[in-house]
């Protein structure tokens, strides 16, 4: 069995930027493509950023496309998350997932980490 433990959440101001990882052990996910998805209080999980094994080419939300980018070591161990010009509604439970073909829907990711939690506020 494989772990995926995500860091990095806090609080932060509007504005802001947060660099969120999501480091993998217990089993190689070199052969994955890996997810960010959020969970704002109340709402559904919802997709953030993907990034795609083959190619490495990145998918995003609308909502955080210019301001957020997904990226992979070298040693494809560790998944970030740099997240700039933060805004209150970022404010979720930010989940990372692994799956070895990524899409927008969480349903297709079988491994997942437990989350951190980023506020943004003032």
């Known amino acids: 069995q494989g772990q995926l433990v995500e860091s990095g959440g806090g609080l932060v101001q509007p504005g802001g930027s947060l660099r969120l990882s999501c480091a993998a052990s217990?089993?190689?996910?070199?052969?994955?493509?890996m997810g960010w998805f959020r969970q704002p209080p109340g709402r559904e999980r919802e997709f953030v950023a993907a990034?795609?094994?083959?190619?490495?080419?990145?998918m995003y939300a609308d909502s955080v496309k210019g301001r957020f980018t997904i990226s992979r070591d070298n040693a494809k161990t560790t998944v970030y998350l740099q997240m700039n010009s933060l805004k209150p509604d970022d404010t979720a439970r930010y989940y990372c997932a692994a799956a070895l073909v990524v899409s927008t829907r969480a349903t297709m990711y079988p491994y997942w980490g437990r989350g951190t939690q980023v506020t943004v506020s003032s």
């Open positions: 217990g089993r190689s996910f070199s052969n994955y493509g």
């Open positions: 990034l795609r094994l083959s190619g490495g080419s990145t």
